[in-house]
């Protein structure tokens, strides 16, 4: 066959089977020169490359879009994003749930709007969000948007505006947090919002979800702005995203099949004259409600049909939903009110929880709560017991896996098999449990502080007061069958995402979920892969109005090769670890996906190869904003 001549290009792919757009898979060589793709085809000439990569047996795709993240702040201090850039993923969409840095600092003297609203929200130092405020030197949407341009990027970013800092900006922090606007007011957030469009910011985001809680005082028992917005002021902000062809992101109000359901008939073209593109977290498969991944696929195809004229995505998590908490401070303890009132404290303040934990009120008052629907006879116990309770919190001790405690030789047990134990050591039945003779240093602990627990709401009230934050433990809150899983992600309704990187540094480790999405779409074989390709970059672009999600002649090189074999071996659970983040002084749950994917390239520059970040990510712009093509016309 006679070879195509190229003119000098740099880097020449030969042999991959190529992914692309929901075609075919194609077998066939890719040449890159500068940012840009220059030539697909079969046999290619080599002898003008730069360098040639032999991919026989690899998969060559665009590189993927994680549609969820909270990387604002990480882009400030590690622009590289080197926890997604090593899984594959090239563009990434920040200032999702309403929050974000388009404003600036925000400060107002009593306030510090970006510590209040991310600290227990997103589960970030404070420390973290006081330097980034720190160092914040724009105070405008514009301005934001310049200031990103000037990093140097690893991954694309394409930005959301957020509703809660709207709110701050036109109100003020105490306001914003306290009454309506008036009507000078929400006319000046539709023109603020109008403009930020028009610079390019992708989209609006909202919040509905009833435990996004500030983290500073006295507004701690108070919700982040966006959730003090009622309907008719969302539906005035949903008629701007409309009209300038933008994207809103929005949560369901939790608890309101209604509410839910009028929120978002905004989507509507035959209500209101043109569809209103909308993406909604999420799509999960509740282990406590049966119902909920039901009525996220109806709810999704109702709004879709030709009778409503929505374009609605509901965004589905293709991982099992685990997470870690660190004693009592996890996202998902905000939903009970014994368990949030522990992190309305300052966060590191062991001193006010333990405080807290040993008030007899507050202990009677915790033992209700765990142990409602265990016991007895009650509408409590018929919802558990055919799993339609009301909180997605797992208050299951055999789904709850200690990770890390002082006590080393508890870690690696459930709650259950603990609460078992200890019980046994009370009536010397320890002989039907390894190991049968406990060492001094747990023999000393339970006699010193476990001897006195009745039932499973004392232990776990013990658990807290005895570790703190020093106990960290694990369970699945939903998404456990992942044939469940995939029917989600396979659904034509549902966007893969939620993947909520750069938040939730010691609670969760989803950096990794865009692959194993493609793992679970490679059981139906290529054509499901094709699929699959095609909504983590394609269609995930579409929805969010940019350039990008595909590797044709002319695109700009960002592209990943793929190691199916090593993929199909892959296993997530065995590659969570923690690891210090000098940039944030602190640890951080990571995954660790080495050998899965070979190459990554962002603008036509290596970011990752042979499982090894380039010297230049993070260090050189590789990745470039995505504004919204909207604004461009």
Same mark, same amino acid.
């Given at each position: 066959?006679?070879?195509?001549?190229? =003119?000098?290009?740099?880097?020449?792919?030969?042999?991959?089977?190529?992914?692309?757009?929901?075609?075919?898979?194609?077998?066939?060589?890719?040449?890159?020169?500068?940012?840009?793709?220059?030539?697909?085809?079969?046999?290619?000439?080599?002898?003008?490359?730069?360098?040639?990569?032999?991919?026989?047996?690899?998969?060559?795709?665009?590189?993927?879009?994680?549609?969820?993240?909270?990387?604002? &702040?990480?882009?400030?201090?590690?622009?590289?994003?080197? $926890?997604?850039?090593?899984?594959?993923?090239?563009?990434?969409?920040?200032?999702? *749930?309403?929050?974000?840095?388009?404003?600036?600092?925000?400060?107002?003297?009593?306030?510090?709007?970006?510590?209040?609203?991310?600290?227990?929200?997103?589960?970030?130092?404070?420390?973290?969000?006081?330097?980034?405020?720190?160092?914040?030197?724009?105070?405008?949407?514009?301005?934001?948007?310049?200031?990103?341009?000037?990093?140097?990027?690893? =991954?694309?970013?394409?930005? &959301?505006? =957020?509703?809660?800092?709207?709110?701050?900006?036109?109100?003020?922090?105490?306001?914003?947090?306290?009454?309506?606007?008036?009507?000078?007011?929400?006319?000046?957030?539709?023109?603020?919002?109008?403009?930020?469009?028009?610079?390019?910011?992708?989209?609006?985001?909202?919040?509905?979800?009833?435990?996004?809680?500030?983290?500073?005082? =006295?507004? *701690?028992?108070?919700?982040?702005?966006?959730?003090?917005?009622?309907?008719?002021?969302? /539906?005035?902000?949903? #008629?701007? @995203?409309?009209?300038?062809?933008?994207?809103?992101?929005?949560?369901?109000?939790?608890?309101? @099949?209604?509410?839910?359901?009028?929120?978002?008939?905004?989507?509507?073209?035959?209500?209101?004259?043109?569809?209103?593109?909308?993406? @909604?977290?999420?799509?999960?498969?509740?282990?406590?409600?049966?119902?909920?991944?039901?009525?996220?696929?109806?709810?999704?195809?109702?709004?879709?049909?030709?009778?409503?004229?929505?374009?609605?995505?509901?965004?589905?998590?293709?991982?099992?939903?685990?997470?870690?908490?660190?004693?009592?401070?996890?996202?998902?303890? +905000? +939903?009970?009110?014994?368990?949030?009132?522990?992190?309305?404290?300052?966060? $590191?303040?062991?001193?006010?929880?333990?405080?807290?934990?040993?008030?007899?009120?507050?202990?009677?008052?915790?033992?209700?709560?765990?142990? /409602?629907?265990?016991?007895?006879?009650?509408?409590?116990?018929? /919802?558990?017991?055919?799993?339609? +309770?009301?909180?997605?919190?797992?208050?299951?001790?055999?789904?709850?896996? !200690?990770?890390? *405690?002082?006590?080393?030789?508890?870690?690696?047990?459930?709650?259950?098999?603990?609460?078992?134990?200890?019980?046994?050591?009370?009536?010397?039945?320890?002989?039907?449990?390894?190991?049968?003779?406990?060492?001094?240093?747990?023999?000393?602990? !339970? $006699?010193?502080?476990?001897?006195?627990?009745?039932? $499973?709401?004392?232990?776990?009230?013990?658990?807290?007061?005895?570790?703190?934050?020093?106990?960290?433990?694990?369970?699945?809150?939903?998404?456990?069958?992942?044939?469940?899983?995939? +029917?989600?992600?396979?659904?034509?309704?549902?966007?893969?995402?939620?993947?909520?990187?750069?938040?939730?540094?010691?609670?969760?480790?989803?950096?990794?979920?865009?692959?194993?999405?493609?793992?679970?779409?490679?059981?139906?074989?290529?054509?499901?892969?094709?699929?699959?390709?095609?909504?983590?970059?394609?269609?995930?672009?579409?929805?969010?109005?940019?350039?990008?999600?595909?590797?044709?002649?002319?695109?700009?090189?960002?592209?990943?090769?793929?190691?199916?074999?090593?993929?199909?071996?892959?296993?997530?659970?065995?590659?969570?670890?923690?690891?210090?983040?000098?940039?944030?002084?602190?640890?951080?749950?990571?995954?660790?996906?080495?050998?899965?994917?070979?190459?990554?390239?962002?603008?036509? #520059?290596?970011?990752?190869?042979?499982?090894?970040?380039?010297?230049?990510?993070?260090?050189?712009?590789?990745?470039?904003?995505?504004?919204?093509?909207?604004?461009?016309?």
């Amino acid at each position: 066959m006679q070879q195509t001549q190229l =003119p000098q290009i740099d880097t020449l792919i030969k042999n991959a089977k190529v992914f692309n757009n929901g075609q075919p898979a194609v077998i066939e060589d890719v040449a890159i020169a500068g940012k840009r793709i220059v030539a697909r085809g079969q046999n290619l000439d080599a002898s003008a490359a730069g360098r040639v990569i032999d991919a026989d047996g690899l998969w060559l795709m665009p590189g993927l879009f994680d549609i969820h993240t909270h990387y604002d &702040l990480e882009l400030e201090i590690a622009p590289g994003l080197p $926890e997604s850039t090593r899984h594959g993923t090239t563009s990434v969409v920040i200032a999702n *749930c309403s929050l974000g840095l388009a404003f600036g600092a925000q400060r107002d003297g009593t306030n510090d709007p970006i510590v209040s609203c991310y600290a227990r929200v997103e589960n970030i130092p404070k420390h973290v969000l006081r330097n980034c405020a720190d160092n914040i030197d724009w105070d405008n949407p514009r301005d934001y948007l310049n200031h990103l341009d000037k990093l140097n990027l690893g =991954p694309n970013v394409a930005v &959301l505006f =957020p509703h809660s800092m709207l709110r701050i900006d036109v109100m003020g922090f105490d306001e914003s947090i306290s009454r309506d606007p008036t009507d000078a007011e929400l006319q000046k957030m539709k023109g603020i919002l109008r403009d930020a469009l028009r610079e390019g910011y992708v989209g609006f985001s909202t919040d509905a979800l009833p435990f996004h809680y500030l983290a500073a005082q =006295p507004h *701690c028992d108070k919700t982040i702005p966006t959730q003090f917005a009622k309907y008719p002021e969302i /539906k005035q902000l949903a #008629q701007v @995203v409309r009209e300038e062809g933008a994207v809103w992101q929005a949560t369901p109000p939790k608890d309101s @099949v209604i509410g839910t359901l009028k929120t978002f008939l905004l989507t509507s073209g035959r209500l209101y004259g043109k569809p209103l593109r909308t993406t @909604v977290v999420a799509a999960l498969d509740i282990a406590n409600n049966w119902r909920i991944s039901g009525l996220a696929k109806r709810l999704a195809s109702i709004l879709n049909s030709s009778l409503i004229r929505g374009d609605f995505h509901m965004q589905a998590l293709g991982a099992p939903f685990k997470v870690w908490s660190d004693g009592a401070v996890t996202p998902l303890a +905000e +939903e009970i009110p014994e368990l949030r009132r522990l992190n309305e404290t300052d966060l $590191e303040s062991r001193d006010e929880r333990r405080a807290i934990l040993n008030d007899p009120d507050y202990a009677k008052a915790f033992k209700a709560m765990w142990m /409602k629907g265990k016991q007895g006879w009650s509408l409590a116990r018929l /919802k558990r017991k055919i799993n339609l +309770e009301d909180y997605a919190f797992n208050r299951t001790l055999a789904d709850m896996t !200690i990770d890390r *405690c002082t006590q080393t030789s508890w870690q690696g047990m459930t709650f259950q098999e603990l609460f078992d134990r200890i019980l046994a050591f009370k009536t010397g039945q320890l002989n039907d449990f390894l190991p049968a003779v406990p060492s001094d240093e747990e023999r000393n602990l !339970i $006699e010193s502080e476990f001897l006195w627990i009745a039932d $499973e709401g004392d232990f776990m009230l013990q658990m807290l007061r005895s570790f703190d934050n020093d106990l960290s433990w694990s369970t699945v809150t939903a998404n456990r069958d992942m044939k469940t899983v995939r +029917e989600l992600l396979m659904h034509p309704n549902l966007l893969p995402g939620f993947n909520d990187s750069g938040a939730h540094l010691t609670n969760m480790a989803f950096y990794d979920v865009n692959l194993r999405s493609l793992q679970l779409a490679a059981q139906g074989g290529d054509s499901d892969v094709s699929y699959m390709v095609k909504r983590l970059t394609k269609d995930a672009a579409d929805v969010f109005g940019v350039e990008g999600g595909s590797i044709d002649e002319g695109d700009i090189a960002d592209l990943i090769l793929v190691d199916p074999k090593t993929l199909a071996e892959y296993d997530a659970d065995k590659h969570v670890q923690r690891v210090y983040r000098d940039e944030f002084s602190h640890e951080q749950l990571v995954n660790r996906s080495d050998d899965v994917v070979k190459l990554v390239m962002i603008g036509g #520059q290596t970011a990752w190869e042979n499982n090894a970040f380039s010297g230049d990510l993070g260090k050189t712009p590789m990745g470039r904003l995505l504004r919204s093509t909207a604004s461009a016309k």
